[in-house]
């Protein structure tokens, strides 16, 4: 059996399906077939923040979708709440993230379950960027942005 | 808002429900709050293979499972294939995985999907342990052994 640099380059099967797929790492967290994609299209309460999804967008089946999300220096993630959970796993650099009334800081391979409906926000105040992939619900409930003030006694 | 080392040190909070854990990496790739386990009961079909889950046999309700694998210098998983779907997560050295009639190196950072009844297995023959995570459906078919000569053109 002949060594493969790739699974499929078909576009067509890669965008269209539950084909077998290699998203290559180039280095330096970029990815062959996914782009860089804007984290929310809402501006006010987000910075700094990218988003790559690997497999949910493109006609895969699975009941989950895992994305990549990376937050630049001083970037922070929305201050929000929703139903459904998240599995973090840090792949890249060092951040914060506020869990309810608790804070913590993540480093390369600590794994965040967030539960449902805790409050939470992920930022970075390093040069390196902050990556971690994010696993979700394949259908899902919306994210309710919470204010400052609301939802916790921190705030 | 203090900085906190853990999320809960509480074993019945970390062992039944719905509440935000922190799996923090002791480096090395061993986690608090998490034991490796028998990757399979059945030890016929694979080698030199560890298991981990984060979540999904802790009493939380997202419809998938996170689980990292560790396969040792000359180790392999079972040749299998199943209808539920993989995506898998490279963490940890360098691997090679048979998928279907195609063979491919993995190294860090590369994520690959697995169709449904895509013939896969996972080898490592380097001296550095091999580790991904694999994410999987809650609910998902049991995996069948595939024999050799069976089920793909190139045995």
Redesign the interface.
Known sequence: ???????TTDPKALSSG????????LGN?D?NHVTPVEYKSEEQSWLSVSRRV??GETG?????H?RYFEIGQNGYSTLEQHE??H?V???RGKGQA????????L??????????N?VHQFSNSQEEPFGF?C?????RDRPRPVEIGEGSS?F
Request: negative net charge; hydrophobic residues 45%.
């Open positions: 059996m002949e060594l493969s640099e790739d699974l539950n084909v077998s797929k290699l998203f290559r790492h967290f990815w690997f497999t895969e089946t699975p009941q989950f895992v459904h959970e599995v796993v840090v792949m506020i869990m309810g009334e608790k804070r913590v800081e480093g390369f391979g600590d794994v965040l379950y967030v539960a449902p805790e992939l696993v979700v619900n394949a259908e921190c």
